[in-house]
């Protein structure tokens, strides 16, 4: 797979940088994952959105790269050099605030953030979506910028790895009694056919999955309700299930000890799958993305 780092497209094991970047000392940047399908990135402005929004609340100043044809010039050149011009694939990019000798405050103006991305292939688990999966609760220990997606992920690992070491497929993070999200997708319950979700504030990762969901199931007539859960309600929910990148809409059919609904996927959470699947499939079928690229880096 090639890399692309600071300018330059490369094999992904040439790719270096110094060890002072403050992202490796300090988790100081922010990063994004785009679906491929077709060698088209899925919702390409609402990722770009939240990272430039990242970037703004971090006050790093938004490289060329973190534009439209920025992202979508380099995309094409490691997704065309990795054989992802077809079949399903992921992009990240991570910017960080650059190198400089460590200390805490901002390096000198003019210091250059570090500019990363690669691809990978991707298959999506179709076998765990129709099964559906199990998942586990954890203590929220994230800080109180969870809206920003940035590198710093350890308490995102940790309930990752907890969720691993108990055979389940994803950690609910519960602050306070409520829950709040998944160590790496959004989570929604449905009660009484009502979709149920923690709502935007500063607590969970405006997820890009959710949104479009969310907007799926308005246009089916299921009813959505922007509240949150509360853990002591999980045995009351009908369905629950998983919202992300990388899952997409991925039926729960156990939370700790606990079966949800039937122990199969919910009828709401399939439905959704689906017109998710659709609607990845529609907007992918378009003609090459290089087409709507105006300049070229
Ligand atoms: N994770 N919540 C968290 C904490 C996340 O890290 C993610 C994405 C999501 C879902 O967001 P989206 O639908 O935009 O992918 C929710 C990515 C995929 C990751 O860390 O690999």
């Not at 006050?59 to 399903?88: H, N, W, Y």
């Not at 190198?99 to 765990?128: D, I």
């Not at 923690?198 to 997820?207: A, D, E, R, Y």
Request: aromatic content about 6%.
């Amino acid at each position: 797979m090639l890399a692309y780092l600071n300018g330059q497209i490369l094999p992904r094991a040439a790719a270096t940088i110094p060890v002072e970047d403050r992202g490796f000392i300090f988790g100081d940047g922010v990063y994004e994952v785009w679906r491929v399908v077709n060698g088209q990135l899925f919702e390409l402005d609402r990722h770009l959105a939240r990272l430039v929004y990242g970037l703004s609340e971090l006050r790093i100043a938004a490289p060329e790269f973190a534009t439209r044809d920025g992202i979508l010039t380099v995309a094409e050149k490691l997704l065309s050099g990795s054989g992802l011009e077809t079949g399903e694939g992921t992009v990240y990019v991570q910017i960080t605030r650059g190198s400089a000798p460590r200390t805490h405050a901002f390096p000198p103006e003019g210091t250059p953030p570090t500019v990363y991305a690669t691809v990978n292939r991707f298959v999506p688990p179709e076998e765990a979506r129709a099964r559906g999966v199990s998942v586990v609760t954890v203590p929220d220990l994230r800080w109180m910028r969870c809206n920003i997606k940035t590198l710093q992920l350890l308490p995102n690992v940790l309930a990752k790895q907890e969720a691993s070491e108990r055979s389940s497929m994803e950690a609910l993070l519960v602050r306070d009694g409520v829950v709040t999200e998944g160590s790496h997708t959004n989570c929604i319950g449905v009660i009484d056919g009502v979709l149920r979700t923690h709502p935007l504030t500063n607590l969970i990762l405006p997820g890009v999955t959710r949104a479009v969901v969310l907007e799926l199931a308005r246009e089916l007539g299921i009813p959505v309700s922007e509240l949150a859960f509360n853990e002591s309600e999980i045995s009351d929910l009908d369905e629950l299930f998983l919202a992300g990148t990388t899952s997409d809409v991925m039926p729960i059919v156990r939370v700790n000890d606990q079966t949800i609904g039937d122990g199969v996927p919910g009828p709401i959470s399939l439905r959704l799958a689906a017109a998710l699947r659709a609607r990845i499939d529609s907007d992918c079928a378009a003609p090459p993305y290089l087409t709507s690229v105006s300049t070229t880096a």
